[in-house]
């Protein structure tokens, strides 16, 4: 089967709201498995249909990745430990390698996944929700 990676922006497409909306930050609380809140008690919580998503790609044997940019990396870290999906912690659903989270460029964040993955740029899907986030590289 042709491999691909599917990389994941992370503030507004897998989690609500974004870091830099937080007014607290770390550390985060667990309340549910898909709610955690920060330091002053926003609740940051996951979005959409995540769990059923990164098994699909997972069941067809896609590649998982992050490029993500933010000024909170530490946070988005935390958060990725902290919440759950599919019985483990977000986190583990991707290899750490594959996991991008710094200021900066996804388009920079692009290049060092197919740099770290050894696929080209046309076997990457990107899901982002902001829709200027259109590269070709």
Aim: charged share 20%.
């Amino acid at each position: 089967m042709d491999r691909k990676v599917f990389v994941f922006d992370l503030d507004g497409l897998v989690w609500d709201p974004e870091m830099y909306q937080l007014g607290g930050g770390s550390p985060f609380v667990v309340e549910s498995d898909h709610v955690l809140r920060d330091r002053h008690g926003t609740k940051v919580h996951l979005l959409g249909d995540l769990p059923r998503v990164l098994q699909e790609i997972q069941d067809m044997n896609g590649i998982l990745a992050i490029a993500s940019s933010t000024d909170e990396p530490s946070w988005a870290m935390e958060c990725l430990e902290k919440f759950s999906v599919n019985g483990k912690a977000l986190i583990s659903h991707f290899p750490l390698n594959n996991i991008v989270i710094q200021k900066g460029s996804k388009a920079h964040h692009l290049t060092k996944i197919a740099s770290i993955t050894g696929l080209p740029a046309h076997k990457i899907v990107f899901f982002d929700n902001e829709s200027w986030c259109v590269f070709v590289f």
